[in-house]
T-cell receptor, first 113, second 111 residues
Framework: DTAVSQTPKYLVTQMGNDKSIKCEQNLGHDTMYWYKQDSKKFLKIMFSYNNKELIINETVPNRFSPKSPDKAHLNLHINSLELGDSAVYFC????????????FGPGTRLTVL | QQPVQSPQAVILREGEDAVINCSSSKALYSVHWYRQKHGEAPVFLMILLKGGEQKGHEKISASFNEKKQQSSLYLTASQLSYSGTYFCGTERDNQGGKLIFGQGTELSVKP
């Protein structure tokens, strides 16, 4: 059984389009995250939700909007896509505890043309 | 503030040892270590907390020097499967899992 899953795995789209990435975890974790990894492998946190409540909201363009319908799901919607949005987006989940090791999903490679 | 990892890259022969360092200019609450193979997701290896507690992989060890705000990951008797990019992620003041990752250290283990 996949612990953290993301769809789609690949996303190729034109500038200006709107797209969504979905994430689901079956680990029972109460916290979920979105990360962006650029072409230089720099891994940067974007958002975090704890029990459906936004707790980390880093400096990202407001074209990016996360939504958590329940604590097992965290989706990422991106409006008006730009070339610079091309990256791999990882979802992750963890418990809220001192030992909050994060389990990452397989990633979604977004290419904006 | 992004932690700084060193070295940036290292090449080993199977069975050799390596140390990867992670330094922060800020006081840390915890340090996480992850390994990412090409085209795959980062995988958790180890977490070290302020105060000395740690949890992680059986065959990989790490240390956390709170005075220097530096962590080191020790890879002993390396195997081919150890190849990948190693990231440290640092958390300040128990910020609910907000990890700031270093730039990564690329490790290649050759037969």
């Amino acid at each position: 059984d996949t612990a953290v899953s993301q769809t789609p795995k690949y996303l190729v789209t034109q500038m200006g389009n709107d797209k969504s990435i979905k994430c689901e975890q079956n680990l029972g974790h109460d916290t979920m995250y979105w990360y962006k990894q650029d072409s230089k492998k720099f891994l940067k946190i974007m958002f975090s939700y704890n029990n459906k409540e936004l707790i980390i909201n880093e400096t990202v363009p407001n074209r990016f909007s996360p939504k958590s319908p329940d604590k097992a799901h965290l989706n990422l919607h991106i409006n008006s896509l730009e070339l610079g949005d091309s990256a791999v987006y990882f979802c992750a989940s963890s418990w809220t505890s001192d030992y909050n090791e994060q389990f990452f999903g397989p990633g979604t490679r977004l290419t904006v043309l | 503030q992004q932690p700084v990892q060193s070295p940036q890259a290292v090449i080993l022969r199977e069975g050799e040892d390596a140390v990867i360092n992670c330094s922060s200019s800020k006081a840390l609450y915890s340090v996480h270590w992850y390994r990412q193979k090409h085209g795959e997701a980062p995988v958790f290896l180890m977490i070290l907390l302020k105060g000395g507690e740690q949890k992680g992989h059986e065959k990989i060890s790490a240390s956390f020097n709170e005075k220097k705000q530096q962590s080191s990951l020790y890879l002993t008797a390396s195997q081919l499967s150890y190849s990948g990019t190693y990231f440290c992620g640092t958390e300040r003041d128990n910020q609910g899992g907000k990890l700031i990752f270093g730039q990564g250290t690329e490790l290649s283990v050759k037969p």
